[in-house]
């Protein structure tokens, strides 16, 4: 199982980025999808999740009504849309993947089992 994150970079204070989460050799449809970040200095926190179907998501109250995620599984990819950025937004940014969640896709990093490589979110002040 393959991931890989991609799409960060600089960007201003209250603007927007999308990441995007791909997968190779394996049926994205199985699985939820996570997003984490982690800040220098800081423990890994997780960001949002998207369910299987891409019908349940979870939001971190910090990003809640700014970040969206959906998925297209025929591209076998997840988005991070990301609005309104915040410099407190900048971190490396993490997709990740849990075979085991049904229909709903669970904010713990505990859940996931697959790991991309990160993107690295820097928003200037």
């Known amino acids: 199982v393959q991931l890989q994150a991609s799409g960060g970079g600089l960007v201003q204070t209250g603007g927007s980025l999308r990441l995007s989460c791909a997968a190779s050799?394996?049926?994205?449809?199985?699985?939820?999808i996570g997003w984490f970040r982690q800040a220098p200095g800081k423990e890994r926190e997780v960001v949002s999740c998207?369910?299987?179907?891409?019908?349940?998501?979870y939001y971190a109250d910090s990003v809640k009504g700014r970040f969206t995620a959906s998925r297209d599984n025929a591209e076998k990819t997840v988005y991070l849309e990301m609005n309104n950025l915040k410099p407190e937004d900048t971190a490396v940014y993490f997709c990740a993947a849990d075979p085991t969640a049904g229909e709903y896709c669970y904010d713990s990093d505990y859940s996931y089992s697959f790991w991309g490589q990160g993107t690295l979110v820097t928003v200037s002040s």
């Open positions: 998207i369910s299987k179907r891409g019908d349940n998501t």
């Open positions: 050799k394996f049926n994205l449809d199985y699985y939820a």
